[in-house]
């Protein structure tokens, strides 16, 4: 069928080329001249690089391609000084092509009568899906590699996704050449994409192999690659996917090696060992498993080979098949955040890190508005499969919202006996210490982990927990880690998390550069003053601060929005917001400015994560504890002239600015802070001490 539509497809450009002028034809057949001067460079580096992988195989087959490639290059010099007689034979060639002309028509005749149709071997059309955004200098290579296949019986599927470099006229171009080239758009517009994700199911939706194999537009297929899995699975009715070798060449570095991993079924539900350009299945498999997630703008060919991998055996076939080369700014793994996508692409799967484990946290109350990593280490554990229950120290304490977790607000030592836990975790350094005094004075064997946070940091205090002998860990930020001096085992270098959940990436779309947005507890230490002076600074942006009321101080609010009166600044004041609509407006604003008077110990900001994480550019203050927190994916200023003159300059920046910084915000965010990020590795540490006991 699709041999049979690519013949009427030529058919019909015969019948057009006939009533064209002699010239033209003229032009087409020096061009065809210029194309195999083409396929025997391409044979050229397909030799070249089979040369390089021989020489992790045998010497002998090294010498045997050294000499093919040395007769392939003396045929590639005749093909040469043939063109260029062609060239100088033009006029010749005219008187030819009236006589060839009537020929052609006969020829065109045949191919609608279905003469000359059929496939090359017994299985039939490949469909090659190639994705293209901006790659105008190689799509052109990876085209021809497909153009110049020995197997002939093939359609190639490109799928433009908003280009605007010139692409598509390459494309129009290629199409027009051979009608075995078909081009689709996705919509995508020029800023933003519909994704690869999105244009390989359009390309596959078009599609009408038997076998399908997939192309990206900076890589190529060697020209004996089709032909090899059309053989594979021509001879093998039972094989429905297969993998083959391929060379990798990095352009920064000039470096190559050969992925040839075998490591298939059990390893990648952790990694990634299949790449797409080496992959092929069957087309009918799609119906199994599904076709690619467009949610997922990177890692969509791993989510597809993981779900193939799940139902079918993937064969490795020991040939090279293609070349891929790395280095790229405007590849996707430059370009999309791989920890946002890798959270997707886990939330896939049930996870059960923490199957099993029965935890009871301890909290001055719960749940709260302002101290959201509470929160957040509590949804990651749970989704890791561990069942987590609360206690509270202060029982009288109205909640803010509902909470699907126990509370206990009996004591903590009616709460141990009523949970039953295997550990006892606490955020605070003081009530930590109280909560392991308390259960050690009862006789209670429970372990207990603290997590230390900023303000009430002191090294005295963290050396009085590790001298209680049922505190089994205590955990803080790396920079806090770092000033004690101290190396014991039971220190854990630990992040804060954030709801990874409600805390997402936003549409460049969505975002609005000038409204600038700070949010916290109200407490002078968070140095309000320097956001209002900033907006005085800045009157063309918009300026919001969320505070909640800090808990038994609630009087400083009215202080702060007092003292906001009198600076006369252009600030709104929102009180008590709750999570889901400061997950909104994080995703609306275009910067987060963090202050922070420097008086206590700086921790490590859970709004920094959810700022990041929400494709926001963030803004922090340089001092001690900052710049160790943030990294290199916020901007640090000095004082209020300072920051303003940054919100100024970020609000300027041009689209390719604003998405590389955003971008690589987001991938930190969701790499090392997200809720079930944190949640393992503090699962894996528990076990690794002894704290729990391991599955």
């Not at 799509?139 to 590699?145: C, F, K, N, R, Y």
């Not at 900001?605 to 959810?610: L, R």
Request: proline share 4%.
């Amino acid at each position: 069928m699709g041999a049979e539509r690519v013949a009427h497809r030529l058919a019909r450009r015969l019948r057009v080329a006939l009533g064209t002028a002699s010239l033209d034809e003229t032009r087409a057949q020096l061009l065809e001249a210029r194309h195999q001067v083409h396929l025997l460079q391409l044979a050229v580096d397909e030799l070249r690089d089979q040369v390089l992988v021989a020489r992790h195989e045998s010497i002998a087959q090294q010498t045997h391609l050294a000499e093919a490639l040395e007769a392939i290059t003396t045929h590639l010099g005749r093909a040469e000084i043939t063109a260029a007689r062609a060239e100088r034979t033009a006029d010749e060639t005219l008187q030819t092509l009236r006589t060839t002309s009537r020929t052609a028509a006969a020829v065109a005749e045949l191919v609608d009568a279905g003469a000359l149709s059929g496939p090359d071997s017994g299985l039939g059309l490949v469909s090659v899906i190639m994705p293209v955004r901006n790659r105008a200098d190689v799509v052109g290579d990876a085209i021809d590699s497909v153009r110049f296949q020995r197997y002939r019986d093939w359609e190639l599927i490109i799928i433009d996704d908003g280009s605007s470099d010139g692409t598509l006229e390459i494309l129009d171009s290629a199409a027009e050449a051979d009608p075995r080239i078909v081009v689709r758009r996705t919509g995508g517009g020029v800023r933003r994409g519909a994704g690869a994700s999105a244009a390989r199911n359009l390309g596959l939706a078009e599609s009408a192999g038997v076998v399908v194999a997939y192309l990206d537009s900076d890589n190529r297929f060697t020209s004996g690659y089709l032909s090899r899995i059309a053989e594979a699975f021509d001879t093998d009715e039972e094989l429905q996917a297969t993998v083959a070798q391929q060379l990798v060449v990095d352009d920064r570095t000039r470096t190559w090696w050969l992925r040839d991993d075998d490591r298939l079924a059990s390893d990648l539900a952790h990694q990634n060992t299949v790449d797409l350009n080496a992959f092929a299945h069957r087309s009918s498999l799609l119906d199994r498993v599904g076709t690619f997630d467009e949610s997922l703008r990177r890692l969509g060919d791993w989510d597809l080979i993981r779900r193939v991998s799940a139902v079918v055996p993937i064969r490795r076939l020991a040939t090279l098949g293609s070349i891929y080369r790395s280095g790229r700014t405007d590849q996707i793994s430059s370009t999309e955040p791989l920890g946002w996508n890798r959270h997707l692409l886990e939330r896939k799967r049930p996870r059960h890190d923490a199957e099993g484990l029965r935890i009871l946290a301890v909290e001055w109350h719960y749940p709260q508005l302002t101290e959201s990593y509470v929160q957040a280490d509590i949804d990651g554990l749970v989704a890791l499969g561990a069942h987590v229950e609360v206690a509270t120290t202060d029982p009288g304490t109205a909640a803010p919202y509902p909470t699907d977790q126990a509370v206990h607000r009996d004591g903590v030592l009616a709460a141990v006996a009523a949970a039953d836990p295997d550990v006892v975790l606490v955020h605070w350094l003081g009530i930590g210490d109280t909560v392991a005094e308390e259960l050690h004075e009862a006789g209670c064997a429970v372990p207990v982990v603290v997590r230390v946070h900023g303000y009430e940091h002191s090294a005295d205090g963290v050396r009085s927990l590790l001298a209680r002998p049922n505190v089994a860990a205590v955990e803080l930020p790396a920079h806090l880690y770092a000033s004690l001096g101290t190396t014991d085992h039971r220190l854990l270098v630990r992040p804060a998390a954030f709801q990874s959940d409600l805390f997402t990436p936003a549409s460049p779309f969505e975002v609005e550069r000038d409204l600038v947005v700070r949010a916290g507890v109200a407490l002078p230490t968070k140095d309000y003053r320097l956001f209002f002076d900033v907006a005085r600074r800045c009157p063309d942006h918009r300026f919001v601060l969320c505070m909640a009321p800090a808990h038994t101080r609630e009087e400083l609010l009215d202080e702060i929005v007092a003292l906001r009166d009198e600076l006369d600044a252009p600030v709104e004041v929102r009180r008590s917001v709750p999570r889901h609509e400061m997950a909104e407006l994080m995703r609306r604003a275009g910067i987060y400015l963090h202050t922070h008077t420097g008086e206590q110990p700086f921790g490590m900001p859970v709004s920094i994560a959810e700022a990041l994480a929400s494709s926001t550019v963030v803004l922090g203050p340089h001092h001690g504890g900052v710049d160790d927190t943030l990294g290199p994916f916020c901007m640090r200023y000095g004082d209020a002239a300072d920051a303003a003159r940054q919100v100024l300059e970020v609000t300027a920046w041009d689209d390719a600015t604003w998405d590389a910084h955003v971008a690589r915000g987001i991938d930190a965010a969701f790499t090392h802070c997200a809720a079930e990020v944190v949640a393992a590795s503090m699962v894996e540490d528990w076990r690794r001490l002894g704290v729990v006991p391991r599955p």
